[in-house]
Structures are given as structure tokens and as C-alpha cells.
């Protein structure tokens, strides 16, 4: 069975400072990995994923996420974090059926 | 490409009522999701479908929940009679075989939020 566990379900975090957040998984075989992001009153938009290849994937509004799978995680990080990042972050496992995991809410602090 | 288009945006019913949520996916995506998103429960897959064929219904919760996809344009989730615990926010999404072979994942519409009093 395919599972996502996000640890964090709260994260803090000034402007200008860097934030990551953690996300474990359980996939059978090679995982097809994805980062979203909701917006307050919006649906999910696709930040990154990781299909194969490089295990650090760069994606949209200068994140990035790196594989370890010795680890089983799949964390998204940004170096410096903008006002308009505060949401909710999903990771999510799986080919033709994602799951997703329970989010992390990003607030950030002026 | 308009995205992948969910109405209503807002539907408030009462309990016992029927209600129809829609969703048009984006052409020629031929996998289309229906998610619930609740405080409690997080992001539950419903069902899905491929070339308008349901594929996997297991997590439909409940007989009062049906959906069905007549064509590769439109797709319907109905609840009747809805109960107050099926207030959430639903959310439909479609991807095609190559998104996945890409990782590109789904592209998920706006959603529905419904609120059953």
C-alpha cells in the first residue's frame, strides 16, 4: 500500500528565511513523488515531482525537493521564503492514483 | 487550456436534498479524480475514471455517493440524500498516461465547497 506521512502540520517562519518541510513515504516499487501547494480557497497546483533520475528536483517559485530513498523522504525546501508562500503544502506518492499526505500549513511571519 | 473546470464553486443544501457537483476535464486527459478535502480526513480519493470507464470506486463512502462520466468532456458526482457530514470540499482532477510517464501528476480544478445544514 502507498502511504505519505507529513510530519509537521504547522510550520512558522520569517521572511527571508529558509523553510523546509519533511515528508516521509510508503510505495511498493520506484515512487513517483509530487509537491502542491493550496492556496486559501483554491484547488492544489503542482510545485515538483520526482520521476526519476536526479534525486534533488527543482520546481516552480524556487523550490526544491530532494529523494532519499535510504530514507524513504521526499523534503521540499526553499532558500528564502517570500510572504505569498504562506499555504498549505502536500506531498503526494503514486502513479496512477496519488495519495496524499494529511499537509503542512506554512505561516509566515513579517 | 481553461484548466480543468468545477461548478458549482459554492453549494449550500440542506440535508436531505440532492446534489450534483460537476467537472469538465481538460481535453484530452483521459483519467479523471474526484477528491473530498476535509479538516479531519485530509484529501480521500473517491473514485476515478479512465476513457470515462470507473476504474476504482473503493473509496466512495457511501451508497447515497454516485458518479459517472457519460463522455470524455463531463463528469458528475452526486450525493442524495446529502447529510451534513458531507459537508467538505470536493475536488475534481485529471491527467493522461504520459503525465504520469513525465511525473507531471494531476491538474486539479478549484473545487466544489458544500455545506449540508
Known amino acids: 500500500a502507498q502511504s505519505v506521512t507529513q510530519p509537521d502540520i504547522h510550520i512558522t517562519v520569517s521572511e527571508g528565511a529558509s523553510l523546509e518541510l519533511r515528508c516521509n513515504y510508503s510505495?511498493?516499487?520506484?515512487?513517483?513523488l509530487f509537491w502542491y501547494v493550496q492556496s486559501p480557497g483554491q484547488g492544489l497546483q503542482l510545485l515538483l515531482k520526482?520521476?526519476?533520475?536526479?534525486?534533488l528536483v527543482q520546481g516552480i517559485k524556487g523550490f526544491e525537493a530532494e529523494f532519499k530513498r535510504s530514507q524513504s523522504s521526499f523534503n521540499l525546501r526553499k532558500p528564502s521564503v517570500h510572504w505569498s508562500d504562506a499555504a498549505e503544502y502536500f506531498c503526494a506518492v503514486g502513479a496512477r492514483k496519488l495519495s496524499f499526505g494529511a499537509g503542512t500549513t506554512v505561516t509566515v511571519r513579517a | 487550456d481553461a484548466g480543468v473546470i468545477q461548478s458549482p464553486r459554492h453549494e449550500v443544501t440542506e440535508m436531505g436534498q440532492e446534489v450534483t457537483l460537476r467537472c469538465k476535464p481538460i481535453s484530452g486527459h483521459d483519467y479523471l479524480f474526484w477528491y473530498r478535502q476535509t479538516m479531519m480526513r485530509g484529501l480521500e480519493l473517491l473514485i476515478y475514471?479512465?476513457?470515462?470507464?470507473?476504474?476504482?470506486d473503493s473509496g466512495m463512502p457511501e451508497d447515497r455517493f454516485s458518479a459517472k462520466m457519460p463522455n470524455a468532456s463531463f463528469s458528475t458526482l452526486k450525493i442524495q440524500p446529502s447529510e451534513p457530514r458531507d459537508s467538505a470540499v470536493y475536488f475534481c482532477a485529471s491527467s493522461t498516461p504520459s503525465n504520469t510517464k513525465t511525473g507531471d501528476g494531476y491538474t486539479f480544478g478549484s473545487g466544489t465547497r458544500l455545506t449540508v445544514v
Open positions: 510505495y511498493g516499487a520506484t515512487p513517483y
Open positions: 520526482y520521476f526519476s533520475g536526479d534525486t
Open positions: 475514471f479512465n476513457n470515462n470507464v470507473p476504474i476504482d
